[in-house]
Nanobody, 121 residues
Framework: QVQLVESGGGLVQPGGSLKLSCAAS????????MAWYRQAPGEQRELVAS???????NYADSAKDRFTISRDNAKNTVYLQMNSLKPEDTAVYYC???????????????WGQGTQVTVSS
């Protein structure tokens, strides 16, 4: 079984920074795309940023120029550096990854449990 565990969330003041981490563990042959999503109260879950195995990156308009997604394949980990945080960034942030458990497997979709980010004075 593959498990994704997020960390790094918390309370931060507007204009501050946080760095989220998501580590994959379990039976893993390789990881394809990795992404961060978020869901605010009363809102739909939305894609924040994604990064492919080839390091192609996409950002939501709200994240562009403020957030940076990166990955460390040796650690099976994806990061989200968040700068210039705004109250509207407050949400539960979820990690997603496409994971192959064995060489002959197709990639499956896996989600973390989420980590709360609160931006408030």
């Amino acid at each position: 079984q593959v498990q994704l565990v997020e960390s790094g969330g918390g309370l931060v003041q507007p204009g501050g920074s946080l760095k989220l981490s998501c580590a994959a563990s379990g039976r893993i042959f390789g990881i394809d795309d990795m992404a961060w999503y978020r869901q605010a109260p009363g809102e739909q879950r939305e894609l924040v940023a994604s990064i492919t195995s080839g390091l192609s990156i996409n950002y939501a308009d709200s994240a562009k120029d403020r957030f940076t997604i990166s990955r460390d394949n040796a650690k099976n980990t994806v990061y989200l550096q968040m700068n210039s945080l705004k109250p509207e960034d407050t949400a539960v942030y979820y990690c997603h990854a496409g994971v192959r458990r064995r060489r002959w497997d197709v990639a499956g979709d896996y989600w973390g449990q989420g980590t709360q980010v609160t931006v408030s004075s």
